[in-house]
């Protein structure tokens, strides 16, 4: 596979936040068109995958009757390995508030593959959990039209559409209040949310939210040698890691895979599993998924939380079997429901004026850049700027 590589240096943007009029499709990207499908297909099963065997998990549970939120750029229901299983969702990025379920972007639909594709022949690619259902929830159009208080929205648009688990692939330096007390609506409602560890380690940014919120499971990256992630972020806060360099997944209008790197992708590994458990435990809180997740994490070989790994590589299979001494309650074979997290620093007095979501590194075309990005406030803006990398069709070699 051609190498997607890390994300390059941020650049400077002028950003400005607007009002996205009510469209039938999503508007174009910056070169004028929507990221088109991918022409190359993933032959065989991708690392991530491999790593940490998802299909021991099928036999108990696929997540069937979990709805998974991607609160994202959309997800194109159409795509062959993602459709009959993407629900209409909500575009909160245009009056009326008209469907979701398409992607001009591609991110959202790169996520919601890792959650949920289904298996298709000529591939060893799957989602963690094929059986879940998606609920996409746009909140963001382009690098440049995104807010905290519109991602805010998305997770409460999530938990009353009733999703179980909610993705959050993107991050802000800012501990909105909005998005402060939308975590703090999803987790009375029961619902599990997992975000991003955010792409600045090589910046020396370490707080990122949603993630560092105390009911958030934050998810870093790792590579396929286990290492992690040059540009994962990293924390007390961290909850654990999974795949995030390399990836493979589905993209929008049609069959094929794109492959990425970013905490964004290693996000819906977790959520995935938080689909499995959820389907064959529903008599669990979202505390205690979140606990579970923690406890059976293939854990380092570190005090922790570990600043990098936190409770360790997720682990499906032994996330959906494993018995704990006592569910939800503290005991020695598992750790605290969750980890401490760093004091909150008070909110920018003038207002966050925050762009575009995202955590991690994009899917890709040629000459087009599928990111999810969440800024500084005014005076402080920035943006990524992704590698590009297609997956090279196994069938050639």
């Not at 970013?262 to 995935?272: E, I, L, Q």
């Not at 505390?287 to 600043?307: F, G, K, N, S, Y």
Request: charged fraction near 15%; aromatic fraction near 4%; charge should be positive.
């Amino acid at each position: 596979m051609t190498a997607f590589g890390r994300p390059a240096p941020r650049v400077v943007a002028a950003v400005a936040l607007v009002a996205v009029a009510a469209v039938p499709t999503p508007p174009s990207t910056a070169d004028g068109a929507c990221l088109p499908a991918p022409t190359s297909t993933e032959t065989g099963v991708p690392w991530g995958q491999q790593r940490l065997g998802v299909e021991r998990a099928w036999p108990l549970s696929r997540g069937q009757g979990v709805t998974v939120a991607v609160v994202d750029t959309g997800v194109d229901g159409g795509t062959p390995q993602l459709r009959g299983r993407v629900l209409p969702g909500q575009d909160l990025t245009a009056t009326g508030r008209p469907r979701a379920d398409n992607d001009c972007f591609g991110h959202g639909t790169f996520v919601a593959g890792i959650v949920a594709a289904a298996p298709a022949e000529g591939t060893g690619f799957t989602g963690v959990a094929p059986d879940a259902r998606i609920l996409p929830v746009r909140v963001a159009n382009t690098m440049e039209d995104g807010t905290a208080a519109r991602l805010a929205q998305g997770v409460r648009a999530a938990v009353d559409a009733g999703a179980k688990v909610v993705n959050i692939s993107a991050s802000t330096p800012v501990p909105d209040p909005s998005l402060v007390a939308a975590v703090e609506y999803a987790e009375r409602r029961d619902v599990v949310v997992v975000a991003a560890a955010a792409n600045g380690a090589e910046r020396g940014q370490t707080v990122a939210y949603p993630a560092a919120f105390p009911t958030v499971v934050a998810v870093g990256a790792i590579d396929s040698g286990g290492g992690l992630a040059n540009f994962s972020q990293t924390g007390k806060h961290l909850g654990l890691v999974a795949p995030g360099v390399d990836v493979t997944s589905v993209g929008p209008r049609g069959a094929g895979h794109w492959q990425g790197s970013g905490t964004s992708y290693a996000v819906p590994f977790v959520s995935g599993t938080a689909a499995l458990v959820r389907a064959y435990r529903p008599g669990l809180t979202a505390a205690q998924v979140r606990a579970r997740l923690l406890a059976t994490a293939d854990h380092p070989a570190a005090a922790m939380p570990d600043p990098g790994f936190g409770w360790g590589v997720v682990n499906p299979a032994a996330a959906v079997s494993a018995v704990l001494p006592e569910e939800g309650g503290a005991s020695a074979a598992e750790p605290p429901p969750a980890a401490r997290h760093p004091d909150l620093p008070p909110p920018d007095p003038t207002g966050p004026r925050l762009a575009a979501l995202a955590a991690g590194a994009a899917v890709v075309a040629t000459g087009l850049v599928a990111l999810l990005a969440v800024l500084l406030p005014a005076a402080n803006r920035r943006r990524w700027r992704p590698a590009r990398s297609a997956v090279v069709d196994q069938t050639r070699r």
